[in-house]
C-alpha cells in the first residue's frame, strides 16, 4: 500500500514538521510504503486554468514542473495526506497550487453525485483521503471549515473514504497522536 503526504507546511515553521512525523510513523506502522513531499521546498507554478489536461494531454499537466509528479504520485496512492497550517479554515498556499494542479485527474464530463454535478471520475480506483489541520489553538469556526473543505475536496477527488480533523500545537505528542490515528481508523487505514 502507498501512502503520500503533502505537507503543506510553510518555510521555517517548525510545527508542522512535529505532527509530520506522527503521521509518517503512524503509517509506517500501518505497513505503508510512504512519500512525504514538504511542499515548500519545491517550485510549482500556478494553474493556468487552460485545459489542456483534459483535451491536449489527457490527465497529463503541460506544465513540467513538480506539479505533473504530485498529480502521479497522488492517483498511485491508496491514501493521501494534507497536512497544513489551518488558514481562515482552509489550506496554506503551499497546499492550494498543489491540490489546484489536480484537475486533470478528473474528466471534463460530469456525473450527478448525490444531489449535485461533479466532474466524472478519470481512473478506476481514488486514493482515500485524510486532512490534518493545525491551528495554534481552539478555532470552531476554522475547524468546521476545513473538515468541510476536505469533504469537498474528497468528493470532486471521487476518494472512497475522508477524515478531517485539526491539532493544536499545544497539543502533547500523545494528544496529537491520538488524534491522527482517530482520523486514519475513520478512512479505513487498519493497523
Not at 77 to 89: A, K, M
Not at 144 to 152: A, I, P
Not at 158 to 179: F, I, L
Request: overall charge negative; glycine content about 8%; some cysteine.
Amino acid at each position: 500500500m502507498k501512502a503520500l503526504v503533502l505537507d503543506g507546511s510553510r518555510k521555517g515553521d517548525n510545527t508542522p514538521s512535529g505532527v509530520s512525523d506522527l503521521i509518517s510513523h503512524s503509517l509506517w506502522e500501518r505497513g505503508y510504503e510512504l512519500d512525504v513531499v514538504p511542499l515548500h521546498d519545491i517550485q510549482i507554478a500556478d494553474c493556468i486554468g487552460c485545459f489542456l489536461c483534459w483535451i491536449k494531454t489527457p490527465g497529463v499537466c503541460v506544465i513540467d514542473d513538480a506539479g505533473r509528479d504530485i498529480a502521479l504520485k497522488l492517483i498511485q496512492s491508496d491514501l493521501v495526506v494534507f497536512l497544513t497550517p489551518v488558514v481562515f479554515g482552509g489550506y496554506s498556499v503551499e497546499l492550494k497550487k498543489a491540490l489546484d494542479r489536480q484537475i486533470g485527474n478528473v474528466l471534463p464530463f460530469f456525473v450527478k453525485i448525490g444531489n449535485e454535478v461533479h466532474h466524472k471520475a478519470r481512473y478506476e480506483r481514488h486514493p482515500r483521503l485524510v486532512g490534518v489541520g493545525v491551528l495554534p489553538h481552539p478555532d470552531e469556526e476554522s475547524e468546521k471549515l476545513f473538515e468541510v473543505l476536505v469533504s469537498r475536496n474528497a468528493i470532486n477527488m471521487h476518494s472512497p473514504a475522508h477524515s478531517a480533523g485539526v491539532v493544536y500545537t499545544g497539543d502533547s505528542a500523545e494528544k496529537a497522536r491520538n488524534k491522527i490515528e482517530a482520523l486514519f481508523i475513520k478512512t479505513g487505514a487498519e493497523k
